[in-house]
């Protein structure tokens, strides 16, 4: 069984979300869209999941935030050293200034019009989503 994580109960003292286990995130959301984006056709609605998998991708999800999250806190303490709050501006940086977060750029970046979320999607014909 894995030890709870650096940050685990830091802020709430224990597991504020009431789920029981290791996971953090829910088992049963990620479940439902690995099958929601899982290939498109028809097919893929009958699709099984194996009990690993969604585990294996709460973890991987876990610790990509964890990452994100560190490197946005240098970013912000790069530049206020006393601010306690984690700003768009901060996610935006630490995005820009690591070269593994490339694909993120896009949603980050408000391109001068002030939005935080990126424009509309268009979808190619692989199910992949680009930003325009």
Sequence with gaps: MRRPGVYSGMFTGGNASGRKGPHSLPLT????????????DASAAKMMISVEAPIVLSKVCELFI???????????????????????????????????????VPMVSSGGSGRT????????????????
């Excluded at 006393?82 to 820009?96: E, S």
């Excluded at 424009?119 to 199910?127: I, L």
């Design 29 to 40: 959301r990620i479940k439902k869209i690995m099958k929601n984006h899982g290939g498109g």
């Design 66 to 104: 964890e990452e994100l999250t560190r490197r946005s806190w240098a970013a912000a303490a790069a530049v206020h050293s006393k601010r306690k709050t984690l700003l768009h501006q901060d996610v935006a940086a630490a995005v820009k200034d690591t070269d593994n977060f490339d694909f993120l």
């Design 117 to 132: 979320r990126p424009g509309p999607a268009e979808e190619d014909s692989d199910g992949v989503v680009s930003y325009l």
